[in-house]
C-alpha cells in the first residue's frame, strides 16, 4: 500500500507523455510529426529530458526528411512558447527590423540600422555572433572600444525610445529552444536544412514582437543556401510564418557568390560601414543596405525615403554615433591594427570574373576574425582585405588581397584557403553582371 504524499515526499519523475525514440523513428520513415510530438520533443528538450545525442538524431532526421509547413510553423511556435515574448507597443514609434540569413561579409546591419533609425523608426537588431565562415555582427561592433553587446530589457527599451537603433545580443529568454538547438546543429551537420533553419530565425523574430520583418536571404557559394531554388524556398518558407504570425513580413533574395564589398573581418568592417555612413563605401554595400532600408521603412509606413541622401548628407552618421555612444563605444577611437599584414598577389594578368566568397570567409575565419568553438575569443584586427573584386582588371603581381592577423602562424592556413578564390579571364573580357538584389517574395 502507498501513503498519500505530503510535504516530506521527494517528487516522483513525471511520466513523459511520448518516447524520443519513436518521435525520431517517425521522422527517420519520412512520416510528419504531430502537433503534439513536436510541442513535446521541443519542451523536453529545453527541459533536459530529452538528449542532446537523441536531439541531434531528430535533427538530422529532418534534414534528411524535411518537414510540412504545418509542422514547420508547430516547430516554430514551440520554439516560442519555449521562452519569454517581448513587446515592442509601448514605444512612441513603430518598430521595423532585419535579418539576414549570414554571409561573407555580410555588415550590411552596421549602416541600415542607423540609416533606418535617422527616420524616427525603432529597429530592434537582436544579433549574434559568428561561428563558422560567416561573421556575427556582435563580434564586428566589439572592434570598437568600450562597445557592449549585453543589455537588458530596460536599457534595450530607452535606447529604442532616445536613438531609435539597438544591436545587442538576445537575452537568454528569447526562444532558448533554439540556442540549445542551434549549438547542436553547428556540431552535427544540420544547420543547412530549410525547416530548422526557417524555424530557427523567426521563432527569434516573432518572440522579439516587432511589427515588420525585412529578411535578406542569401545564396550562392557563400550562405547556407548555395542553391537559389533552396533559398527561394526558405525564403517563402519564412515570409508565411511571419505574415501568419501577424508580422509583416517581406525577403529580399540576394547574391551571396562573392563576399560584400571589399572586407571580411571585424574591424575590418567597422571601417568600412563607417565609409559608407559617410556617403562613400563600395557600391554593393551601399546597393544593398539601400534596398534593405526602403523595405524596412515602408514597412513601418515612411513611403519613398530618398536614403542614398541621408547617408550622403550625414543624418545616418549621427544616428550611428548616438547608437554606439548610448551602448558605452567609444566613436572616435581608432580602430585595432592587426600586428601582422601579409600581401597576397596575382601570377597572371586578367579580369576578375568571379571571387568566391567561401574561400574569403573561410580565411578570414582562420586569421582568428571567427571562432571554432562556441565562446572562443576572436581578434578585433584579423580578417581579409580585398584590392581587387569582380570586374577590376589586374596585371602579374598585383595585390588581390591582405591578410591581417595578431598571430602569423595562422597566415599558410590562410593563405591555402584564399589561393584559389579569383576566377580571372582574359584581359578585355568582360566580367558578368552581379545582381546583388536578385527578386523580392512577399
Ligand atoms: N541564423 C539563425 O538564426 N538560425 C539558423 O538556423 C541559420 C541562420
Given at each position: 500500500?502507498?501513503?498519500?504524499?505530503?510535504?516530506?515526499?521527494?517528487?516522483?519523475?513525471?511520466?513523459e507523455p511520448f518516447d524520443v525514440v519513436d518521435v525520431i523513428r517517425t521522422k527517420r520513415d519520412g512520416q510528419r510529426l504531430a502537433d503534439d510530438q513536436i510541442d513535446w520533443v521541443i519542451?523536453a528538450y529545453?527541459?533536459?529530458i530529452v538528449a542532446?545525442q537523441q536531439m541531434a538524431a531528430l535533427a538530422m532526421a529532418i534534414f534528411l526528411r524535411g518537414m510540412e509547413?504545418?509542422e514547420?510553423?508547430?516547430w516554430?511556435?514551440?520554439?516560442?512558447?519555449?521562452?519569454?515574448?517581448?513587446?515592442?507597443?509601448?514605444?512612441?514609434?513603430?518598430?521595423?527590423?532585419?535579418?539576414?540569413?549570414?554571409?561573407?561579409?555580410?555588415?550590411?546591419?552596421?549602416?541600415?540600422?542607423?540609416?533606418?533609425?535617422?527616420?524616427?523608426?525603432?529597429?530592434?537588431?537582436?544579433?549574434?555572433?559568428?561561428?563558422?565562415?560567416?561573421?556575427?555582427?556582435?563580434?564586428?561592433?566589439?572592434?570598437?572600444?568600450?562597445?557592449?553587446?549585453?543589455?537588458?530589457?530596460?536599457?534595450?527599451?530607452?535606447?529604442?525610445?532616445?536613438?531609435?537603433?539597438?544591436?545587442?545580443?538576445?537575452?537568454?529568454?528569447?526562444?532558448?529552444?533554439?540556442?540549445?538547438?542551434?549549438?547542436?546543429?553547428?556540431?552535427?551537420?544540420t544547420?543547412?536544412?530549410?525547416p530548422?533553419?526557417?524555424?530557427?530565425?523567426?521563432?527569434?523574430?516573432?518572440?522579439?514582437?516587432?511589427?515588420?520583418?525585412?529578411?535578406?536571404?542569401?545564396?550562392?557559394?557563400?550562405?547556407?543556401?548555395?542553391?537559389?531554388?533552396?533559398?527561394?524556398?526558405?525564403?517563402?518558407?519564412?515570409?508565411?510564418?511571419?505574415?501568419?504570425?501577424?508580422?509583416?513580413?517581406?525577403?529580399?533574395?540576394?547574391?551571396?557568390?562573392?563576399?560584400?564589398?571589399?572586407?571580411?573581418?571585424?574591424?575590418?568592417?567597422?571601417?568600412?560601414?563607417?565609409?559608407?555612413?559617410?556617403?562613400?563605401?563600395?557600391?554593393?554595400?551601399?546597393?544593398?543596405?539601400?534596398?534593405?532600408?526602403?523595405?524596412?521603412?515602408?514597412?513601418?509606413?515612411?513611403?519613398?525615403?530618398?536614403?542614398?541622401?541621408?547617408?550622403?548628407?550625414?543624418?545616418?552618421?549621427?544616428?550611428?554615433?548616438?547608437?554606439?555612444?548610448?551602448?558605452?563605444?567609444?566613436?572616435?577611437?581608432?580602430?585595432?591594427?592587426?600586428?601582422?599584414?601579409?600581401?597576397?598577389?596575382?601570377?597572371?594578368?586578367?579580369?576578375?570574373?568571379?571571387?568566391?566568397?567561401?574561400?574569403?570567409?573561410?580565411?578570414?575565419?582562420?586569421?582568428?576574425?571567427?571562432?571554432?568553438?562556441?565562446?572562443?575569443?576572436?581578434?578585433?584586427?584579423?580578417?581579409?582585405?580585398?584590392?581587387?573584386?569582380?570586374?577590376?582588371?589586374?596585371?602579374?603581381?598585383?595585390?588581390?588581397?591582405?591578410?591581417?592577423?595578431?598571430?602569423?602562424?595562422?597566415?599558410?592556413?590562410?593563405?591555402?584557403?584564399?589561393?584559389?578564390?579569383?576566377?580571372?579571364?582574359?584581359?578585355?573580357?568582360?566580367?558578368?553582371?552581379?545582381?546583388?538584389?536578385?527578386?523580392?517574395?512577399?
Amino acid at each position: 500500500m502507498t501513503s498519500a504524499p505530503d510535504d516530506t515526499t521527494p517528487p516522483t519523475s513525471a511520466v513523459e507523455p511520448f518516447d524520443v525514440v519513436d518521435v525520431i523513428r517517425t521522422k527517420r520513415d519520412g512520416q510528419r510529426l504531430a502537433d503534439d510530438q513536436i510541442d513535446w520533443v521541443i519542451d523536453a528538450y529545453t527541459r533536459g529530458i530529452v538528449a542532446e545525442q537523441q536531439m541531434a538524431a531528430l535533427a538530422m532526421a529532418i534534414f534528411l526528411r524535411g518537414m510540412e509547413r504545418p509542422e514547420i510553423a508547430r516547430w516554430t511556435h514551440a520554439m516560442i512558447d519555449s521562452g519569454e515574448r517581448m513587446d515592442f507597443q509601448a514605444l512612441s514609434k513603430p518598430t521595423t527590423d532585419k535579418h539576414s540569413t549570414g554571409g561573407v561579409g555580410d555588415k550590411i546591419t552596421l549602416p541600415l540600422a542607423p540609416l533606418v533609425a535617422s527616420y524616427g523608426v525603432a529597429v530592434p537588431q537582436l544579433s549574434g555572433r559568428g561561428l563558422g565562415h560567416t561573421g556575427g555582427t556582435l563580434d564586428k561592433l566589439e572592434a570598437i572600444p568600450g562597445w557592449r553587446a549585453d543589455l537588458t530589457n530596460a536599457e534595450m527599451m530607452a535606447q529604442l525610445e532616445n536613438s531609435g537603433a539597438v544591436i545587442c545580443a538576445a537575452g537568454s529568454g528569447l526562444a532558448p529552444a533554439d540556442k540549445k538547438l542551434y549549438a547542436l546543429r553547428d556540431i552535427t551537420g544540420t544547420v543547412e536544412a530549410i525547416p530548422l533553419i526557417a524555424s530557427s530565425i523567426m521563432s527569434k523574430k516573432i518572440a522579439e514582437g516587432t511589427a515588420a520583418l525585412t529578411l535578406d536571404v542569401k545564396t550562392g557559394a557563400g550562405a547556407f543556401m548555395k542553391d537559389e531554388a533552396d533559398a527561394r524556398e526558405l525564403a517563402r518558407t519564412m515570409v508565411e510564418l511571419g505574415t501568419d504570425a501577424g508580422v509583416h513580413t517581406v525577403a529580399l533574395l540576394t547574391d551571396m557568390s562573392a563576399p560584400l564589398g571589399r572586407t571580411a573581418g571585424n574591424g575590418l568592417e567597422v571601417r568600412e560601414s563607417l565609409e559608407v555612413l559617410a556617403g562613400g563605401g563600395p557600391a554593393d554595400i551601399v546597393e544593398l543596405t539601400c534596398a534593405l532600408a526602403r523595405e524596412m521603412l515602408e514597412a513601418a509606413g515612411v513611403h519613398d525615403p530618398d536614403v542614398e541622401a541621408a547617408l550622403a548628407d550625414g543624418r545616418a552618421m549621427d544616428s550611428w554615433r548616438a547608437m554606439i555612444s548610448a551602448q558605452g563605444g567609444d566613436v572616435d577611437a581608432p580602430l585595432p591594427v592587426a600586428k601582422h599584414v601579409e600581401e597576397f598577389r596575382a601570377a597572371e594578368d586578367g579580369v576578375v570574373t568571379g571571387l568566391d566568397a567561401m574561400g574569403v570567409g573561410v580565411a578570414a575565419w582562420r586569421l582568428g576574425a571567427g571562432r571554432s568553438r562556441p565562446g572562443e575569443a576572436v581578434q578585433a584586427a584579423a580578417g581579409v582585405e580585398i584590392e581587387a573584386h569582380i570586374g577590376d582588371e589586374v596585371r602579374a603581381g598585383d595585390v588581390l588581397a591582405r591578410l591581417h592577423t595578431d598571430t602569423p602562424e595562422r597566415m599558410p592556413r590562410a593563405l591555402e584557403s584564399i589561393a584559389g578564390s579569383w576566377t580571372l579571364a582574359t584581359p578585355g573580357v568582360a566580367a558578368p553582371e552581379r545582381r546583388i538584389v536578385m527578386d523580392r517574395i512577399a
